[in-house]
């Protein structure tokens, strides 16, 4: 029964991904993802956090900060849905990076050509 549990997780968190996510998970993050799914189901997600912080504190900020981090969340966001405080790590930011080179600068070239 246990191994069937973990199958059936397995394969839930497989699609889940396909379908969701740009990337493939690597084998480390299907397996923290697979431990996590035991653990930590209750967790935050970091762009729950972060919306949600912004819009608590949005009297504290200049108008164009705040604006400045909702758009760095909304591109956050379109890199990926949802992200975990445990996703965040170097590969996650070295992917985003690239990201953010290739694909959002092919989205600027392509803006500036219209």
Same mark, same amino acid.
């Given at each position: 029964m246990i191994l069937?549990?973990?199958?059936?997780?397995?394969?839930?968190?497989?699609?889940n991904n396909f379908i969701n996510e740009e990337f493939p998970l690597t084998l480390t993050q299907f =397996? &923290?993802?697979?431990? *996590?799914?035991?653990?930590?189901?209750d967790e935050k997600s970091f762009t729950d956090y972060i919306l949600g912080y912004l819009e608590?504190?949005?009297a504290k900020f200049k108008t164009e900060t705040w604006f400045g981090y909702?758009?760095?969340?909304?591109?956050?966001?379109?890199?990926? =849905? &949802?992200?975990?405080? *445990?996703?965040?790590n170097e590969k996650f930011i070295n992917d985003y990076k690239q990201y953010m080179l290739y694909t959002l600068e092919i989205m600027k070239i392509q803006l500036v050509k219209v």
């Open positions: 069937e549990a973990i199958d059936k997780k397995s394969i839930k968190l497989l699609v =397996k &923290e993802r697979l431990l *996590s799914l035991n653990h930590n189901s608590e504190n949005k909702k758009s760095q969340i909304t591109k956050i966001l379109k890199f990926k =849905k &949802e992200i975990y405080f *445990s996703d965040i």
